[in-house]
């Protein structure tokens, strides 16, 4: 596997790649969006790990170029008092996040539990009015149209899939979607994944949203024929 880490501070980047090292991992240490970028189109990274401070701009500017390429995970690593930087990452397309000064082992967990999230084997198709989900070869489509999903909101929609008609509560979306240290992951995370995953599915024309939120207890994936508007919990 090769895995970028995008972050100036060369200490931190260095604990990093021992924290990760195993046989087979190809580490790629980068200071800068723009060297980042270069070795983005020489080293086809299969997981990025990416700092929100960089020198030369922000870690939000690559994750964006990035998800123009790509839907590989990426992690991002925020300050531990600016709430903003995890919903931004999120907002822009971060699989997840860990906050500044983070234990090492919780990063090595967090990771393992996302690459595990990427490569569950799964052969299941729902259909379901205009929408086609093809888990197994990573292929989302509505009426036709292709929709781009990252690793955590292809996970969101196929628990919300397969509890079709039943009200998933917050706390067990949390710890589905970021096990291996969802007890570290702050409520908005969610809340910013699920309205990311709303904005692709949802008929923007008739505002009409096949997530519904059920007040004070979590969400539910509308049943056909039975959909309505959203709204946050």
């Known amino acids: 596997m090769v895995i970028q880490i995008v972050e100036d501070d060369r ?3 260095d604990g990093i790649v021992l924290a990760l090292k195993e046989p087979g991992h190809k580490f790629i240490q980068d200071v ?19 700092d929100v401070n960089l020198p030369d701009g922000s870690g939000y500017d ?7 390429h790509s839907q590989l995970p990426v992690l991002m690593l925020t300050a531990n008092d600016m709430e903003m930087d ?6 822009l397309g971060a699989d997840d996040y860990v906050t500044k000064p983070f234990s090492l082992a919780v990063l090595r967990a967090r990771i ?4 595990r999230r990427v490569k569950e084997p799964d052969e ?3 259909e379901e009015g205009g929408f086609s989900f093809d888990f ?8 036709g149209r292709e929709i781009s999903l990252s690793v955590n909101e292809q996970r969101l929609l196929k628990l919300f899939v397969e509890n079709r008609g039943r009200v998933l509560t917050r706390n067990v979306l949390i710890d589905r979607l970021w096990s291996d240290g969802g007890e570290y992951v702050d409520e908005n995370a969610l809340s910013v ?19 519904q939120t059920i007040y004070r207890q979590g969400y539910m994936w509308k049943k056909e024929g039975s959909i309505c508007s959203g709204e946050e919990p």
């Open 112 to 115: 393992q539990a996302l690459m």
């Open 86 to 91: 995890e919903v931004m990452g999120l907002t």
């Open 136 to 143: 197994g070869r990573l292929i989302f489509t509505r009426e």
């Open 193 to 211: 994944t699920v309205n990311r995953l709303r904005s692709k599915l949802e008929d923007k024309k008739g505002g009409i949203s096949y997530i």
């Open 62 to 68: 690559y994750l964006k170029w990035v998800r123009e």
């Open 11 to 13: 200490a931190l980047s």
């Open 124 to 126: 299941q198709i729902y």
């Open 32 to 50: 800068t969006v723009k060297s980042a970028k270069e070795s983005y189109g020489a080293e086809n990274p299969e997981l990025i790990i990416l």
